[in-house]
C-alpha cells in the first residue's frame, strides 16, 4: 500500500477524535487546490495559532484495548495500518511544502504498552522539529500508561497535548474501556502534564480532553463536574464532547446514538464554566442532572434568576453583566465602554452596539426602566 493510500486510511480513522475542528466538513486550502484524495485528511482548524489546514491523522490504527464503543478496538476485522515515524513525517513535509497543511494532530491506537506507542508519537514529532524544522502547529496526544518523561518530551515539541478521559469518572469509563483506569492511566497524565507546566511558570502547551457522550449512562452533571475540575485546578484549555455513534461489530452495537442537541448544550455549560463564571453547581440541571435540550443553559438560568430581579446595564459589575443571555465577552466590553461615555436608556443604543435586543431585553434595566415591554411596543407597532 503507498503511503498516500495509507494516510487515506489513517486520517479518515483520526476523523473520531475532535481537534480543534471547525467543522469535519470544513475543509478549505488556503493557497493550493487540494487533490481528490486527500479530502477527508485534512480539517480545516481553529488552533491557539489561528486557523489552518491541519493533517489529523493516526500513527497506528491497531489497538491492543477493547474500549467498548470504538472502531480500532482489538479482534474488530478490518484493515489496519501503521506508519514509521520516518514515513509519517516525510509525509507530512511533502503536504506542508505543498501548501496543504500548515499544522499536524497525531494519535494513535496502543501498540505495544502506552510507553512504546507514545515513543513513535515523539520520534516523529522530533523529525518534524528537528530534522526538518518544522515550526507550525503540533497537537500530541498522550496515551494512557505514557512515562513521566515521555509526557515532559511531549510537552517540549507540542503546542497542544491531550489526554483522553472518555468516562467523567473510574465507574463511567469502566463500562466503555474495561481495561483503562481512571486515576492511574489517565488522570495522574494530566497532572503531570499540569505539574511540569507549572514547574515551567504555566508556559507550554495547553491541555484538552476528550468525552464519549451519552454510551455509558453518564449524566451531563458527571461530565460537568469533571470538566469543572480540570478548568480550575489545571487550568486545561477545552474540553471536547463526542457524542456516542454506534459502530458495528462492537458490545454496544445496539445502543442508540446520542443526540447532537445534548453535545450543543454541554459545549454551551462548558463555555459557561470557562468564560462566564459559572461553576457546575449553578448550572441548571434536572432532577436527574441533566441540562434542558431545548433551551441554552444561560437562558434557561437567566429566566430562573433575572426574570425577576433583571440586570441593571449601566451599574452592573463585568461578571453579573457576563450572565446576561446574549451577552458575550465582547459584548461585555462594549457595554463597559458605552457607558464611560454616557447613559444606556435605550434598545436601539444597544442594537448599535451588535447586542441581540431580543435576547437581552428580558433579563436587563436600562436606566432603571424594563426594556421589555418596549420591545413588546415595537412588536405591536
Ligand atoms: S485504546 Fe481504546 S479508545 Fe483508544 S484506540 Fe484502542 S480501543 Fe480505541
Known amino acids: 500500500m503507498g503511503p498516500l493510500e495509507k494516510l487515506q486510511l489513517l486520517a479518515q480513522a483520526a476523523a473520531y477524535e475532535p481537534a480543534e475542528d471547525v467543522g469535519l466538513t470544513g475543509t478549505r486550502f488556503p493557497t493550493a487546490a487540494a487533490p481528490a484524495e486527500m479530502l477527508g485528511c485534512i480539517h480545516y482548524a481553529a488552533t491557539p495559532k489561528g486557523r489552518i489546514p491541519l493533517l489529523k491523522t493516526l500513527v497506528s490504527s491497531a489497538c491492543e484495548r477493547d474500549c467498548t464503543y470504538c472502531p480500532f478496538r482489538s479482534g474488530r476485522d478490518f484493515r489496519r495500518e501503521t506508519f514509521t515515524p520516518d514515513d509519517l513525517a516525510g509525509l507530512f513535509l511533502q503536504l506542508y511544502r505543498a501548501d496543504l497543511v500548515q499544522g499536524i494532530f497525531l494519535s494513535s491506537g496502543l501498540v505495544g504498552g502506552g510507553p512504546r506507542t507514545q515513543d513513535r508519537i515523539i520520534d516523529t514529532a522530533t523529525l518534524l522539529r528537528k530534522r526538518y524544522g518544522f515550526s507550525g502547529y503540533m497537537h500530541l496526544k498522550v496515551m494512557p500508561g505514557a512515562e513521566r ?28 474501556a474495561p481495561h483503562k483506569h481512571f486515576s492511574e492511566e489517565l488522570v495522574q497524565r494530566l497532572q503531570w502534564i499540569h ?24 449524566s451531563d452533571a458527571e461530565l460537568l463536574l469533571t470538566t469543572e475540575f480540570f478548568y480550575r485546578r489545571q487550568r486545561m484549555a477545552r474540553a471536547y464532547f463526542s457524542s ?22 454541554l459545549y454551551q455549560a462548558s463555555f459557561l464554566l470557562r468564560d462566564y463564571g459559572f461553576t457546575a453547581e449553578e448550572l441548571p440541571f434536572d432532577t436527574k442532572g441533566n441540562l434542558p435540550l431545548k433551551e441554552d443553559p444561560k437562558v434557561a438560568w437567566a429566566q430562573e434568576h433575572l426574570s425577576q430581579t433583571p440586570v441593571e446595564l449601566n451599574h452592573a459589575p463585568r461578571e453579573q453583566l457576563l450572565r446576561v443571555p446574549g451577552v458575550g465577552i465582547k459584548g461585555v466590553e462594549q457595554i463597559l465602554e458605552a457607558r464611560r461615555k454616557g447613559t444606556l436608556c435605550d434598545l436601539s443604543q444597544l442594537r448599535k452596539l451588535g447586542l441581540p435586543v431580543q435576547r437581552v431585553a428580558p433579563y436587563i434595566l436600562l436606566d432603571g426602566k424594563q426594556p421589555a415591554r418596549q420591545l413588546q411596543l415595537w412588536a405591536v407597532g
Not at 489526554?163 to 473510574?170: I, K, M, R, T
Request: glycine share 10%; no cysteine; charged share 25%.
Open 244 to 265: 456516542f455513534h454506534p459502530v458495528s461489530d462492537t458490545p454496544l452495537e445496539g445502543l442508540p446514538p446520542s443526540s447532537p442537541e445534548r453535545e450543543m448544550r
Open 149 to 176: 518523561d515521555q509526557v515532559a518530551a511531549t510537552m517540549a515539541l507540542a503546542d497542544r497535548v491531550s489526554v483522553n478521559l472518555e468516562g467523567p469518572n473510574a465507574r463511567r469509563l469502566s463500562f466503555l
Open 195 to 218: 505539574e511540569l507546566r507549572e514547574a515551567q511558570g504555566g508556559r507550554g502547551p495547553s491541555t484538552t480532553t476528550q468525552f464519549v457522550v451519552g454510551a455509558a449512562g453518564e
